[in-house]
């Protein structure tokens, strides 16, 4: 995450906000975002201890409506959303290729069964918009791209009750919420999501009052957080992330995803019959580094059932340790011990089933 100052960048409407915090900024999928406040690492363990927020507004929020809304997603998406029930239940779920690659991974959110919200990933938001809109012809539906709305994820043991303290009028809308689940607070979307493995919203505002909203979380005792944190905190819960853990060469059965896939019934999905005829020969794993040093994507890892890579790595700062996510050999099994290639140099590492902490808590030993 380099910026390159021949390329001009995208601001999120909490641009001026960061810097007035003394934000490291740098490009990231094309938009200037901050990396830290001053500490990664104290950004980290806030989140984990406290409250922390992030600003997620470079991600695309998609309204779809229209009377065949269902029947569309139900043929776009991987898993089901027929499974959606509730007003403002959340649904996880891959957008495939029809060779079963995985185009994106993404939330979709139900209001009605001719009223939803997509949230897709900053890098990957023209491409996916062109790809739903490319699917749509047969359907009578509109999809509308809402680039006029701030995203603010507010995450950690605190985070709801920061929140409130923050925006009082909130909650009573929010404070039944279960997980992955969201409800309208006038023109405010409140869900409670996060990509942390820490309890908190994730809450979709007009552009115009972001910055406000920033203010007040942070005046609350709300830390702000970069991307670096994002980044360890989502691998130390075991969440992929797109572009490094899956991307359109990956089947989701080799990305740890398999759970996110509703094969069971009659319905067919784009990319189905190629995950029927996929006979995976890698599994999805996690490793602990059994030494000392810091795992990165791209390491190779051996194993006495032949080589794998690691697809993302960090040292975690909750457990002080190198950990990361990896595909292997479908014939590897959990607690058996492998090698990372470390610049040469082959260190041992422990295969464990991630994620590795979530809700302040070490998972794994």
């Known amino acids: 995450m380099q910026t390159n ?7 999120t409407p909490l641009r001026d906000s960061h810097a007035l915090l003394g934000a490291k900024l740098v490009d990231f999928a094309g ?6 406040y001053g500490s990664q690492i104290e950004e980290h363990h806030a989140v ?6 992030f600003d997620v507004s470079h991600m695309l929020a998609i309204d779809l409506t229209g009377p065949g809304s269902q029947t569309y997603l139900r043929k776009l998406l ?6 959606l029930k509730q007003p403002g239940k959340a649904l996880y779920s891959c ?20 009223n939803y919200r997509i949230v897709v990933n900053a890098g990957t938001a023209d491409k996916d918009l062109a790809w739903m809109q490319a699917q749509s012809d047969e359907f009578d539906i509109q999809l509308a791209p809402r680039r006029d709305l701030a995203m603010i994820a507010v995450q950690g043991p605190q985070a709801r009750e920061k929140f409130w303290q923050a925006c009082p009028g909130s909650r009573a809308v929010s404070e039944s919420l279960n997980p992955f689940q969201a409800a309208f607070d006038g023109n405010w979307l409140i869900a409670r999501t996060g990509y942390t493995g820490e309890d908190g919203f994730e809450i979709a505002v007009p552009a115009e009052q972001a910055a406000a909203v920033w203010s007040q979380l942070h005046s609350a005792g709300v830390a702000a957080c970069g991307l670096g944190c994002r980044d360890t905190l989502r691998l130390e819960a075991g969440m992929n992330l797109y572009g490094q853990d899956m ?6 059965l080799e990305a740890g995803l398999a759970w996110t896939l509703s094969m069971q ?7 189905k019959s190629a995950l029927l005829a996929q006979r995976p020969t890698r599994q999805f794993t996690g490793l602990l580094l059994l030494e000392r040093g810091v795992l990165r994507a791209h390491q190779v890892v051996h194993s006495a059932h032949g080589s794998g890579q690691i697809t993302s790595g960090t040292f975690s700062p909750t457990l002080q340790q190198g950990i990361a996510l990896a595909r292997l050999p479908s014939a590897v099994a959990s607690g058996d011990q492998v090698e990372v290639d470390i610049r040469g140099k082959r260190h041992a590492a422990k295969v464990v089933k ?3 902490a979530r809700n302040g808590k070490i998972l794994v030993s």
């Not at 100052?5 to 601001?11: A, C, D, E, V």
């Not at 984990?48 to 927020?53: C, F, N, S, T, V």
């Open 5 to 11: 100052p021949s390329q001009t960048l995208r601001r």
């Open 31 to 36: 938009w200037e975002m901050p990396i830290h």
């Open 48 to 53: 984990r201890r406290a409250a922390g927020m």
């Open 78 to 83: 991987a898993n089901d959303v027929a499974k």
């Open 95 to 114: 957008l495939l290729r029809p060779d079963g690659g995985v185009i994106d991974d993404l939330i979709v959110y139900f209001f009605t069964p001719v």
């Open 247 to 252: 991307d359109e060469n990956v089947s989701p």
């Open 265 to 271: 019934d009659e319905r067919d999905f784009i990319g």
């Open 354 to 356: 991630p994620p590795f």
